[in-house]
């Protein structure tokens, strides 16, 4: 392959992932928003059935349903903007490493929640995934060790900075376990999805 070739599939392979990235988080939004349109309709009644209540072991299921509902238009517009900017810089790693981060983060953020929510407590919202994501980008550039992605993790924590005080309860009716679970999930996440640690680990050999 030539040298002005190689650039240029450089730049088409961005272009790809990025445009891959921007219609999936759009796809994202607009179901989140579908959902909430459908709840709407029924007088909020998803809320409850897909929502996770506190200390119900019937209920764990709703661990990865709860993250789809909102309790209100509002609550789900706050969430829109941040979970669009950090969703798009993660699936800009694939959608494999967005699943990953996004499902460890809502076991972790749904688990904290479930454990240490008041009982009768019924838990909605994407809250817990978006601060997995926030804390996955943060936390990511110690385990690879890519001066890029450490750059990158301290910007985010600049710009995003404000969120981090949502892990601790300053505001009633704000799920601060969820919200601790999830920043704790996408640390984990980080160290569990590094390419460094898979590396690490090297074949697996039976005994």
């Known amino acids: 392959m030539s040298t002005d070739q190689q650039p240029r599939t ?8 990025t445009r891959t990235a921007a219609v999936g988080i759009g796809g994202i939004t607009a179901g989140l928003y579908g959902v909430e349109l459908a709840d709407a309709g029924s007088s909020h009644s998803l809320d409850g059935d897909l929502g996770l209540h506190a200390h119900q072991f019937s209920d764990l299921w709703a661990i990865f349903t709860s993250p ?10 706050g969430n829109t903007v941040p979970l669009v900017l950090l ?4 699936l800009l790693e694939g959608w494999r490493r967005f699943l990953g981060v996004a499902a460890i983060g809502a076991v972790a953020a749904g688990l904290s929640a ?8 019924v838990t909605v919202g994407a809250s817990g995934v978006i601060f997995a994501l926030l804390t996955y980008l943060i936390a990511r550039g110690i385990y690879t060790r890519r001066i890029g992605q450490i750059v990158g993790g301290v910007i985010i924590a600049i710009a995003f900075g404000s969120l981090v005080w949502g ?13 601790l679970g999830g920043a704790v999930g996408g640390v984990l996440a980080a160290w569990m999805l590094s390419e460094r640690r898979v590396r690490n680990q090297g074949p697996t050999s039976v005994h």
Do not use: D, M, N
């Open 10 to 17: 450089v730049r088409s392979e961005r272009f790809a992932s």
């Open 68 to 77: 789809l509902v909102h309790a209100s238009w509002g609550h789900l517009i």
């Open 87 to 90: 969703g798009f810089i993660v």
């Open 114 to 121: 479930w454990l240490f929510s008041p009982a009768h407590t």
């Open 167 to 179: 892990v601790l309860p300053t505001s009633s009716g704000v799920s601060w376990q969820a919200h």
